[in-house]
Each structure stands twice: as C-alpha cells, then as structure tokens.
C-alpha cells in the first residue's frame, strides 16, 4: 500500500476549517435542529445537547481528524492501514453516503434552487402546501406508483450537479478551498441578515419563547437523550468518511484538538442561532394568521417548503427575504455536498490510482444518475425512507465500529500520542489540561460513545419492530431501506477484496 508522498493539502489550516464546518452546517442545521430542541425541552435540551457534543460528538471528530491526519489517507485506506479487514468499513461509509444521502440531498439543494426563484414572484401563491405537494413535486399515491421523472426538478438536478462537479473537479486548494472560501462567509453573511430582521417582526419574541423556554421534567426522558446524540452525529457529518478525508490534507503540524473544538462548537453554536431566525418567524406568522403558534411549528421538509414560504407571503419585501433564504439552503447544501463527493472520491483514487478528473467525472455522471430516482413523482417517499434508514442505521452502525476499532483494536493511545505531539503546549498545567481532556476523550471513545449511539440504534429498531416507518409498505421498507443498506455493504466488500495500486510497495 504506497504512501502518498504528493497528496495534495489545503493551503491554509483556515481553508481547511472552512471546509470542514461547511461539511457539518447543512440544510439539517437551519430546518432539523430549532424543532427537534423545542420538541424535547427547549431550552432544558441544550443541557443533553451539549453532554452529547462532550462525549459523542467531539470525541468521534477528533477520532476521525486523527486517523486521517496520521494516516494520510482516505476513509478505507485509513482502517486498512489499521487492519485490512477493516477496510470494508471505510468503503462502507463513502459508499451509502455518496450513492445515498448525496443522491437524494442534491435533489433537495434542487428544490431549493427552484424556490429560490420561485421567491421573485412569489409563484407558491395562498396555499403553499397544495403547491409544493401538488404543483411542484406533482406527488403520487405511493412509493411504487411512479409516473416518470419530474423535469424541472431534473433540471435543477443537473445544475446542481454540475456545480459540485466543477468544485471537486479542480481539487483541494484550487477547487474545494477556493470555494468554500468563498460560500462560507455569504452563508454567515444571509444567516445574521435573516436572523437580525426576524428577529424585529411582530410575535418574534413570542417564537423565540416556544424556541427556549426550558422543560426540565423532559431531561429525565430517554427519548430525549437519544436525539441529543442523534442530532449532534448527523449534524458534524460523522461517519461519512469526510473528516477523515479531509484530515488527510492537513499539514504534518496541524493542531488535531484545536480544529475539532473549532469545527464542533461553530457548527453547534450556528443551529442554535438559526434556531433563532427560525422561531422567530413561526412566531410572527402566528401572530399575522391569529393561531396558536403550535399550530405553526413544524420541522424539516415542511418548514422550509410549506411554512417559510407561508411566512415570505406575509412579511414586507417577502419576495428579498425568500431569495435570501432559498439561497443561504442552496449554499449550505452545495458546501456539504461537495465534501462527500469527495470523501468517495478521495478513496477511489488512493485505491487505483487514477488521476482526480476522471474519478470526479466518473463519480458525478453516475450519483446524477443516482439522483434521478429521486426525481419521480414518488420521490419524496423514496427519499423519506432511504434517509431513515441510511442516517438511523448506516451512519450509527459506522460510529460504533469505528469506536470499537480505535478504542480496543488499534488503541486509543496511539491517536493519543498522535494528538499530543500537536498540540504545542508546556508547562505543567497545560500537562494536567493535556492528560485530563486527552484522557476523557480515551474513555468516551472506549465506552460512552459506544454505548450512547448503541441505545440509539436498539430504540431505533424496537420502533420498526413495533410498526413499520411511517406505515410504508413493506416492500418499500425492504427494497429502499433494508437494501439500500445491504447492496451498499455488498459493493463495501468488493472493493475491499480489490488490490491498492502500488501495494508491493511498503505502506
């Protein structure tokens, strides 16, 4: 297995940074997090939040920035180096997030592509529910009656697309760098616009109420716990194979602790202040339509495409604020997108070999194609079920194996060390600080987080034992969710059994 002793790096550990929280600050961070908080104890959930970012979520980041960094090397390339039967994890990981979560997640920068220039006029017109459902997605009656793609939504596919292609296309400092650079700013730049003007609209304060006003009696809920972890593994994109990918291009002296806090607090601290623009026009609609602001929370595809655009109707100058907020989506979507375009390719070519062009080229042409599945009348049901199963199941089951390798197979001590000898601090206190963090973050990769994301997956499953998802049909459940996961897992192996290029050379 060659080393790459001419892998590319990122020209500066800013770039690197940019990078890695445009990974994590996706479309799941503005329209996921504000309701999952309100819904399990508002301002009493950060208390769980921020215990699960402790012992979850910064340990398995700084875990996988470690591993990239020491091995300099891709996902797979990285657990073989450990163990070349652990290779199968790392193909895993790029496989379904690449051939899945990308293939539908672009469609969804596509709708929002779409409304963005639907907010000039205001297309969505007094019912935006019947035209996004109806109108727009042209919604079928169910998961196998599927009428043919969609094609304005094709269209937006392939801009987007061909967005993504032309970033990754020029690589890590000319490509990705440069364009995250660029994005990064705009997208903190709307996100304070957005947030400051709803924060002046009428029934704002009350919004924000629902947002934070704290429900202790929630924190002694299991279920409340489960999507803390579950919130703060989705959000910073572990188990995708990114961070590690992107580690890979850091400098040898780049400082692996410093980075992970950097990464993990802004991309925590941004949800919680979109939180704040979200809630904050839930509640001025609220007030405008005169309903209980209950009725007006809602989470997920229907904030963004039924409730905000109902919002856009009533504010002044809605049609600005539309545009801004279709764009901000269509950005945070493109910079996440683009790192897990990446990370599969980034291990395709420490594999064969081959040059940057024709892997990116080769990856795109066929996740666009990958994405056109999800651009059929029923694709909001193909794209329901295949991201339950893929983000419940795929990306937990990732976090846990990977903990169980590093924690009691290769051992914690060696990423230890590897951290350490980077963090550029003397003296005896900063010893003390040294071993208490260091030491905290062994045993939370060791036991906690294992045993936090494994409760996860187990409550996970009782519910599906206990009814179907959502009431889909079985067929749906099996073929879209069960085999996504098993093909993906299947092609993992095959690449695995393949051989690295240059491997008769020391590794």
């Not at 996961?485 to 020391?506: C, K, Q, R, V, Y």
Request: hydrophobic content about 55%; proline content about 3%.
């Amino acid at each position: 297995m060659a080393n790459n002793v001419d892998r590319p790096q990122w020209k500066s550990n800013f770039g690197f940074l940019f990078a890695a929280i445009g990974s994590a600050v996706g479309l799941g961070n503005i329209w996921r997090f504000p309701y999952i908080a309100y819904e399990n104890g508002g301002g009493a959930f950060l208390f769980p939040y921020i215990v699960a970012l402790i012992t979850a979520g910064i340990p398995i980041l700084m875990l996988e920035f470690a591993l990239g960094h020491k091995k300099k090397a891709s996902s797979p390339k990285a657990f073989a180096k450990i163990d070349s039967k652990w290779e199968w994890l790392g193909w895993w990981s790029v496989t379904f997030v690449m051939f899945g979560i990308v293939a539908y997640y672009i469609v969804i920068i596509g709708w929002c592509a779409n409304f963005f220039c639907f907010s000039f006029t205001q297309m969505w017109g007094p019912d935006p529910n019947d035209f996004f459902f109806h109108s727009f997605l042209k919604m079928s009656s169910g998961v196998w009656d599927l009428h043919g793609v969609n094609v304005s939504i094709a269209l937006a596919v392939v801009l987007i697309w061909f967005i993504n292609w032309s970033i990754t296309y020029q690589g890590i400092e000319k490509g990705i760098e440069r364009a995250v650079k660029f994005m990064m700013p705009i997208l903190f730049l709307i996100t304070l616009t957005i947030v400051i003007w709803s924060l002046f609209l009428s029934g704002a304060e009350k919004g924000i109420s629902l947002y934070l006003t704290p429900k202790f009696s929630k924190i002694l809920n299991l279920d409340v716990w489960i999507a803390a972890y579950g919130q703060i593994f989705f959000s910073l994109s572990l188990g995708f194979g990114i961070m590690i990918a992107y580690a890979s291009y850091l400098p040898k002296n780049a400082n692996i602790f410093k980075n992970s806090i950097i990464v993990a607090f802004s991309n925590s601290f941004y949800e919680m202040f979109a939180g704040l623009g979200v809630f904050s026009i839930l509640g001025y609609m609220a007030v405008k339509q005169g309903i209980p602001i209950k009725e007006a929370v809602t989470s997920g595809i229907g904030l963004a495409f039924v409730a905000y655009p109902k919002a856009i109707s009533l504010i002044p100058f809605g049609e600005i604020f539309g545009m801004l907020f279709f764009f901000l989506l269509t950005i945070a979507g493109i910079s996440s997108s683009i790192s897990i375009i990446e990370a599969f390719s980034s291990a395709v070519i420490d594999k064969f070999g081959a040059s940057r062009q024709k892997v990116v080229t080769t990856v795109c042409i066929i996740g666009f194609f990958g994405s056109l599945l999800f651009t059929s009348h029923a694709g909001l049901f193909w794209l329901d079920i295949v991201d339950h199963f893929l983000n419940h199941y795929g990306l937990v089951t990732v976090g846990i194996v990977e903990a169980f390798i590093v924690g009691w197979i290769y051992r914690t001590e060696q990423l230890k060390m590897h951290i350490v000898s980077r963090l550029g601090l003397s003296g005896t206190r900063n010893k003390i600080f040294q071993y208490i963090v260091l030491q905290l973050w062994k045993y939370c990769i060791k036991f906690i987080t294992p045993v936090a994301l494994g409760i996860a997956i187990i409550n996970s499953l009782m519910q599906e034992f206990a009814k179907p998802y959502e009431g889909y049909p079985l067929s749906g459940i099996i073929i879209l969710g069960v085999g996504w996961l098993l093909i993906t897992h299947i092609f993992a192996f095959g690449m695995s059994g393949l051989p690295w290029a240059g491997e008769n050379e020391s590794g």
